[in-house]
C-alpha cells in the first residue's frame, strides 16, 4: 500500500472516528482538528491499529507530529 | 531541604503526588471517573507510565518531575516540562503512555465522556514551561515550600533552555489554596474555562483557570 492509498483509508476513519469530515493532508495536526484531545487521540490509534491491520509502538507514536509522519509510519509497517 | 531531579526510587511518592494534586482538595480522581479505574487500579497505571524510560516530555514522565526533601526524607515533588520539545503536544505523549496500559475496552468506554472531557480542555501552549502537578507532604506545609520548589524548577528549566519566557498552569477554580500560591508566585489569570455541567461527575470542579508568569520580565 502506498501514501495515497494509505490517506484514501485514512479518511472514512477519521469521518467516523471525529463524526465529520476532515481535509486529510500531510500537514494535518491534532491541533488542526477541534475534537483531537486525549481521549478521542486514543480511539484514532486504536482504530487505526484494528483497520490497517498494525500495532504502533510508543516510540512511533510519539513522533506522529502530523499526519504525514503517520503515514510514513503506516506504510513501512505494511511492507 | 534539598530539590533535585526525581528519579525511579521515587516514583511511589510520585504517584502520591500526582493523585493528590488531580485531586486538588476534594475526593474525585479524575483518572478513576473517567477510566471508570478503582483507585489502587489508577496507582498502578500512573506507577507504569511514569516507569516508562525516557518518556518524552509529558506531566506523567519521570524526567519532568523535581523533589524537595529533608534528611533524605520525601518532602513535596512538582512537574514542569516545555511544551512540545519533543515535537508532539505533551497531551497526545500522555495519551500514548496511557494507552500502553489501557484495554481497548477502556478506551471506547472513555469515548462517552468526550465530549465532557473535551469542554474542560485547554490546549497546552508550544514553547511555554508548563507547571504539571504541585504536592507537599503534610509534615512539611506552612513552609511556603511549593512557592520555594516551583522556583527552583523553573530557574533550572530556564538555565537548560534560554528561550523559555513563559510559564503557565491549568488549576481546578475550587483550588483556592494553589490559586492564591501562584498569585503571590507572580503568576496572573490569563483566562478561564468553565466545562460542562455534568463535568461535576468527572472533576474536582468544572472551571479550569489558566494561570500565566512571564520571566523575562524579572
Known sequence: MNQSEIQEKLFPIFKE????????????????????DSLTHMVLITTLEERFGVKFTLRDLNKMKNVGVLMQIIEKKLN | MEFRKAKISDIPNLVKTIVEAEKSGTSIL????????????????????????????????????????ENGEFAGACSM??????GVASAQVKS?????????????KMMGVRKISQSMQIV???????????????????RRLAASLINFTIQNSKSESLKIDKVQVQVFSCNTPAIKAYAKLGFKKKSEI????????????????????NINKK
Not at chain 1, 472516528?17 to 483531537?36: C, M, Q, R
Open chain 2, 124 to 142: 497546552q501552549e508550544e514553547g511555554t514551561l508548563q507547571v504539571g502537578v504541585v504536592f507537599v507532604s503534610e509534615a512539611f506545609r506552612g
Open chain 2, 194 to 213: 468553565r466545562g460542562m455541567y455534568n463535568a461535576q461527575n468527572y472533576y474536582p470542579c468544572t472551571t479550569k483557570i489558566l494561570m500565566e508568569l
Open chain 2, 30 to 69: 479524575t483518572y478513576s471517573t473517567i477510566m471508570e479505574l478503582d483507585e489502587t487500579q489508577a496507582h498502578e497505571l500512573i506507577t507504569n507510565v511514569l516507569s516508562i524510560e525516557d518518556l518524552e516530555p509529558c506531566e506523567l514522565s519521570l524526567n519532568s518531575f523535581f523533589v524537595a526533601e
Open chain 1, 17 to 36: 472516528v471525529f463524526e465529520k469530515e476532515i481535509g486529510i493532508t500531510p500537514e494535518l495536526t491534532a491541533s488542526d482538528v477541534a475534537n483531537w
Open chain 2, 81 to 86: 516540562w516545555l511544551e512540545g520539545e519533543g
Open chain 2, 96 to 108: 500514548n503512555a496511557l494507552m500502553q496500559y489501557l484495554t481497548i475496552d477502556v478506551i471506547r
